[in-house]
């Protein structure tokens, strides 16, 4: 099974708009990652959270964690078409495990 | 050049013919990963290492066997390749630490096996 899990698993947006997506995991963490994937490339890291952060911002995107909830949210404002990617969350840095991803499309 | 790099890009096998896909990192990063990835299942872990002579398994495990003799080498290796292990495999690598753990991922290998 898999430590964090994405939600939604695909999102469509207008240019301009804002992209949320969300990432549930199980056990406790000491960081959380957030990746993207743009098609048929390798993953390149977007940002890290700690566990004793509830707010991380980088550019566009907002990182929040809730780890009352094991939960943590990506927030990109502003989309343009070159987000268009998927994203993935991962937890435990040592063995690095990710979730299925969210499949962003932001159409022009 | 610096960095992580995966070879080959694309191979194609026969069943039951063994195969060994490459890494090698230049960062001397002690944690390295192999990932598979298909359709409908995101990116899953076969196995991954936190130093030279130590790995383990990851979720997807079977099939597969790994070595890492020296810290920038981590070659994944099919001893007898399946239809079902036809994907696209990467390789990560980091340093691991609380303080960073930013994984850089390879190209990736698109492997068919026919």
């Known amino acids: 099974s898999q430590q964090g899990e994405e939600d939604p698993q695909a999102l469509s947006i207008q240019e301009g708009e804002n992209a949320t997506m969300n990432c549930s995991y199980k056990?406790?963490?000491?960081?959380l990652q957030w990746y993207r994937q743009n098609s048929g490339r390798g993953l390149v890291h977007l940002i890290l959270?700690?566990?004793?952060?509830r707010e991380k911002h980088s550019g566009r995107l907002r990182v929040t964690l809730d780890t009352s909830k094991k939960s943590s949210s990506l927030l990109i404002t502003a989309s343009r078409a070159a987000d268009t990617a998927s994203y993935f969350c991962?937890?435990?840095?040592?063995?690095?495990?990710f979730g299925q991803g969210t499949e962003l499309s932001v159409k022009p | 050049d610096a960095g992580i790099t995966q070879s080959p890009r694309y191979k194609i096998t026969e069943t039951g013919r063994q195969v060994t896909l490459m890494c090698h990192q230049t960062?001397?990063?002690?944690?390295m990963f192999w990932y598979r990835q298909d359709l409908g299942h995101g990116l899953r872990l076969i196995y991954y290492?936190?130093?030279?002579?130590?790995?383990d398994k990851g979720e997807v495990p079977d099939g597969y066997v790994v070595s890492r003799s020296k810290t920038e080498n981590f070659p994944l290796t099919l001893e007898s390749a399946t239809r079902s292990q036809t994907s696209v495999y990467f390789c990560?690598?980091?340093?691991?630490?609380?303080?960073?753990?930013?994984?850089?991922f390879g190209q990736g290998t698109r492997l068919t096996v026919v």
């Open positions: 990560a690598s980091s340093e691991g630490t609380y303080m960073n753990t930013e994984a850089f």
């Open positions: 056990t406790s963490i000491n960081n």
């Open positions: 959270i700690r566990s004793n952060e």
């Open positions: 991962a937890t435990d840095a040592r063995k690095l495990i």
């Open positions: 960062w001397s990063h002690s944690y």
């Open positions: 290492s936190a130093a030279a002579d130590i790995t």
